[in-house]
């Protein structure tokens, strides 16, 4: 059975930090460019993060930049959303996802792709005083 199931998350104070983690069951995540998105209530979904096969140069969001850094972990078939300095902006469900083989604008340095394949329920950061 195909599932992608993130941890991680939680409540932190302005300016902490939080590891997020993506682990897969039932594919490799070797084979799949894996993306990170967030929705918080009533706004539209953000891509975050996105990290090619080739773990070349990710995507970061410019909300997220030089905050947020992307990671694969082969070996354990997990990407890590690393998270620090965050802020209450930063407040959101977070999941991952797999990208579909067939997506229009892979992801690479400069785009993120909304067309995926397999995503996981997400996990709640939470971030306030």
């Known amino acids: 059975q195909v599932q992608l199931v993130e941890s991680g998350g939680g409540l932190v104070q302005p300016g902490g930090s939080l590891r997020l983690s993506c682990v897969a069951s039932?594919?490799?995540?070797?084979?799949?460019?894996i993306a990170w998105f967030r929705q918080a209530p009533g706004k539209d979904v953000e891509g975050v993060s996105c990290v090619s096969t080739t773990d070349d140069i990710p995507y970061i969001a410019d909300s997220v930049k030089g905050r947020f850094t992307i990671a694969r972990d082969n070996a354990r078939n997990t990407v890590y959303l690393q998270m620090t300095s965050l802020r209450p902006e930063d407040t959101a469900n977070y999941y991952c996802?797999?990208?579909?083989?067939?997506?229009?604008?892979?992801?690479?340095?400069?785009?993120?792709?909304?067309?995926?394949?397999?995503r996981g329920q997400g996990t709640q950061v939470t971030v306030s005083s």
């Open positions: 996802a797999a990208e579909s083989p067939e997506a229009t604008m892979p992801c690479n340095r400069y785009t993120i792709s909304y067309e995926v394949v397999y």
């Open positions: 039932g594919f490799s995540l070797n084979d799949y460019n």
